[in-house]
């Protein structure tokens, strides 16, 4: 080989250890070993020597969880149609969180009339096939999105339907939804503190919590783990926890970005909430996200390369939260182009074949963070393994049984079949 091909050759060879590494290292060095000491743990089953062992995961500790739209509660919708969305549903998620059922102009949209048919239409078919379900929301401050027959109201009465809009919906749904958005957004706007004060909020989560004691609240807003509004979150928090709020969890929204993420960022953000020793939990994810030119041009499509683009960027996005300690869970907004306000980060076309960006989804949910093992006990009986948290069925000699393997379980798990 002569000087210049030789160069050449070095210097593509170098061009490809650079993209392989940074494939290996797009969510960031050591991942795996996060991974590895946040989401897992040992479990040791005792059995009789020689017996052939299974491990195979049911369902995960963590929330892989999806925004619920109002369709599969409409007459409207073709029933085939919502069949397959159900279906899909549960094959893919096993969280939910309700897109718009639960805001109070939908439930309210005229003083009086309060609609709860179409929230209980979705806690039934929640609960029906064991998913929990989180509120969204109980208030949302943003002077836009609030009736015009609530702002009529003078400050007292104002204060007196905040209380009922509370104490009603908490105790009529009492025990059935896993938690709520108190307030949300509050960060970005906040009609209600500019008409009644600064203790508002902390009269809100008292009066839910007098219609559900159990009752789990948690606040929620956007542009937070972009770093754009993080140290006014921060600071939020800090106020309300001072103030004696009792805030069960922390709701980061994920679609502010655009057609990709900043990986730094994004770990820094989590870092900083998890500060607070509170649960975190991502919202609201989509990618592209809100800054991408998808969000203003829905009928806009992609191209093949991407559409295989934004699958990268949803499992580098999934394994950084995942690999996060105090992350516990991940909720889409919308995963079917028929119903999602950024039809482009879709898992389902509008004819439910499946994207690139769904097939990366499956493919790192059930199999590469899934727990599938198989093996022989050992002379004394004895076999183990690395299981991620979450529900197994374990087999042993065609005889199974499952447990339920939570975080709370410790580092180690005994299992004893024989």
Known sequence: MDCKNYL???????????????????QYPGIDDDIEKYRKT???I???????????????????????????????????????YKEKFLENFNSAV?????????????????????????????????????????????????????????DDELRET????????TSHYRGRFAEYDLNNEMIHGNYYEKRLGPQITSLMAQWAHNGDPDVQLYLNDYDILTGRMLPEYMSQIRTLLKQGVPVAGIGA??????????????RKALDSLATFKLPVKITEFNIPGQRSKYYEKP??????????????????????????????????????EGANWIPQSSMYRRDWTITPLGQAYKNLVFKELWTNISGTADSKGVFTAKVFYGRHRITVDGISKEVNIKKSSGNSVTVEIK
Request: charged content about 20%; hydrophobic content about 45%.
């Open 299 to 336: 009928t806009l499509k992609m191209t093949p390369q991407e559409e295989e683009s934004a699958a990268r960027e949803l499992v580098d996005y999934y394994k950084i939260c995942f690999a996060h300690p105090s992350v516990e869970g991940i909720l889409m907004w919308g995963f079917w």
């Open 98 to 154: 309700t897109e718009n059922a639960v805001k109070w102009p939908g439930m309210e949209p005229r003083k009086g009339l309060v609609n709860y048919a179409t929230v209980d239409s979705i806690l039934l078919w929640t609960e029906k096939n064991n998913i929990p379900l989180r509120a969204h929301n109980l208030f949302w401050g943003i002077e836009k999105f609030i009736q015009p027959w609530v702002k009529e109201l003078g």
């Open 46 to 84: 005792i059995t009789r020597p020689g017996a052939k062992v299974t491990v195979e995961q049911i369902n995960h500790d963590f929330w892989f969880g999806c925004a619920i739209s109002n369709i599969i509660a409409s007459s409207g919708m073709p029933q085939k149609e919502k069949a397959l």
């Open 162 to 169: 905040l209380r009922k809009r509370a104490e009603t919906v």
């Open 42 to 44: 040992g479990v040791r």
């Open 8 to 26: 050449i050759s070095g210097l593509l060879a170098g061009v490809i250890s650079l993209i392989l590494l940074e494939t290996t290292f797009s």
């Open 253 to 266: 929204q994920g679609h502010l970005h655009a057609e990709t993420f900043d990986r730094v960022m994004l």
